[in-house]
């Protein structure tokens, strides 16, 4: 599973026809900005950014794009705020497997690579698999091709009553952390794809026997960890979930790469045994 996949672009979210004017007034509200103090961050007055959301005022594309970075809006949104302006988008969105990408490519498998024998992957906005490496394999060993191909999707991998969450053995905790992620990022990118997915991954059941076992021994947890059975025995991570700093494509600025740390000697001592 090392192979970069190329997906579908999510589309923007519609306008409404509403203009630029409500769409930022909604993303100020939304981030518990005033007026007052988005003028001031944004170097203008609370009079235009009131005529602005009106309405009464259009703003330049120069402006719409200081008051997005101020109201840290993610890129693909930015690009539509600018559609809602009347101007043209602003960040391109290349295909991940365009040449002009080979080094961040190149770099992202290097990456999740040279975590081995700890689990790593790469996941585009909706969760599909665009990279990942033996640690993630070795997790997924059991797991029906049908999850598996033609692109993977961690959440299902994960949540499905065929995939991962026979295993997980405190299923309820990491399925109530990995939806309540997904709840945030809708209410971050308003995408009706990533709603769709949360609404199937919602909606499995829960496999008979799940969160049925604790640790042999206490463990003082520094983190909501996956416990997951792996050949007889229980192996617990924690993850970690890294982005791009200050994107220029959409593309880049929607993937995630997630680590997965033992958390615990005996996870760490196993996985360190399989290359020794």
């Not at 991954?201 to 049925?212: E, L, S």
């Amino acid at each position: 599973m090392t192979a970069v996949t190329s997906r579908p672009a999510v589309p923007p979210p519609a306008s409404d026809g509403r203009g630029v004017g409500p769409l930022l007034r909604a993303w100020r509200e939304r981030r518990r900005v005033s007026q007052l103090e988005l003028a001031l961050r944004a170097d203008s007055s609370a009079r235009h950014i009131s005529f602005v959301e009106t309405g009464r005022a259009r703003p330049s594309e120069e402006m719409v794009l200081r008051l997005a970075e101020h109201l840290d809006v993610p890129v693909r949104e930015r690009n539509a705020l600018l559609l809602a302006a009347g101007y043209a988008p602003h960040y391109p969105e290349t295909p991940l497997d365009d040449p002009a990408l080979d080094a961040l490519r190149d770099g992202m498998e290097r990456l999740i690579q040279g975590y081995e024998p700890y689990p790593a992957l790469v996941v585009d906005a909706t969760y599909t698999v665009v990279a990942a490496n033996r640690g993630i394999s070795m997790l997924l060993d059991g797991v029906p091709e049908s999850l598996l191909a033609p692109a993977p999707n961690a959440m299902r991998l994960t949540l499905h009553p065929e995939g991962l969450a026979p295993r997980i053995r405190n299923l309820r905790e990491w399925r109530g952390h990995l939806l309540a992620q997904m709840e945030r990022q809708i209410a971050l990118h308003r995408s009706a794809v990533l709603r769709e997915l949360y609404e199937e991954v919602a909606a499995y059941p829960a496999p008979a026997g799940a969160d049925d076992g604790a640790p042999a021994e206490p463990v003082a947890w520094f983190a909501l960890p996956m416990r997951i059975e792996h050949e007889g025995r229980v192996l617990s991570f924690v993850s970690s979930i890294s982005t791009f700093n200050t994107p220029m494509d959409v593309t880049v600025a929607e993937l995630a790469i997630e680590t997965f740390l033992p958390a615990d000697p005996a996870t760490a001592k196993y996985l360190q045994s399989l290359v020794s």
